[in-house]
């Protein structure tokens, strides 16, 4: 029997970092529960109106988020607020494919274009891996706003 996963962040910032990671994946922050969110209203204020309603103090609020593949395929991503900083290289990170049946140049230029877009949401470019056929396609090292690492593969 197969499992279900959820990837869960450590952060400083959990709304902002799950909010860099909702564009990246083009995921959506779910509503809180039992609340019928109308088209178009803003999850994270939703939250914040219900978490408010149930008392939680307005220094916890951001203690924690979430997001999810609207389509329901892909891990929920949980990001919980932890005190201590990173201290080394993350030894777990996320493949982001953003060039799926891409080869080459094509592939490579798939993946410049996708590395501005996120250095405009905010990642840092780390470093350009050239593609070594038969092992490698081609890369791109980034990290988030937190300085996770991860690869636009």
């Avoid at 070594?132 to 081609?138: D, E, F, I, L, T």
Wanted: aromatic share 6%; proline share 10%.
């Amino acid at each position: 029997m197969s499992r279900h996963v959820q990837v869960t962040f450590d952060a400083h910032d959990p709304r902002a970092l799950s909010s860099f990671w909702r564009d990246v994946l083009g995921y959506v922050h779910p509503g809180p529960p039992g609340v019928d969110l109308p088209e178009g209203a803003d999850p994270l204020a939703a939250w914040e109106d219900f978490l408010a309603g149930a008392g939680v103090p307005e220094e916890l609020r951001d203690s924690r988020s979430a997001i999810e593949d609207p389509d329901g395929h892909g891990p929920r991503v949980f990001f919980q607020r932890v005190p201590e900083g990173r201290t080394a290289k993350n030894r777990v990170h996320l493949d982001v494919r953003a060039a799926p049946g891409l080869r080459g140049e094509e592939r490579m230029a798939a993946l410049e274009a996708e590395c501005d877009r996120l250095v405009a949401l905010g990642a840092t470019r780390v470093r350009r891996h050239e593609p070594a056929p038969p092992m490698s396609a081609g890369f791109i090292v980034m990290t988030d706003p937190e300085g996770n690492e991860f690869c636009l593969d």
